[in-house]
């Protein structure tokens, strides 16, 4: 999503981290894809990613979805829209 900052458009730094085999990953990443919101994917199981995203969120579970330093944890839509704007 993006917004204004003096009159210039700036958009949403978003990482999800996930895997492969997660589906409330893939619907994440769906919901982000039908609402047209670029995002970065980090496979938690490669690069260390895993742990970064425990670091960010405090627990194991995924996905993890970072929007500009904001953390939501699981596939929460009314977070996401809340955070991303969209209605």
């Known amino acids: ?51 970064e995203a425990m670091k960010k969120s405090g627990q194991a579970g995924i996905p993890v979805i970072d929007i500009d330093g904001e953390i939501v944890v699981g596939y929460d839509v009314e977070r996401l829209k809340q955070l991303l704007k969209i209605k």
Not at 3 to 28: F, N, T
């Open 1 to 51: 999503m993006l917004g204004w900052s003096r009159g210039i458009r700036m958009a949403k730094k978003v990482i999800v981290y996930s895997a492969d085999w997660c589906p409330w990953c893939h619907r994440a990443m769906d919901f982000l894809k039908q609402n047209k919101i670029k995002f970065e994917m980090r496979d938690v199981e490669k690069g260390g990613y895993g742990e």
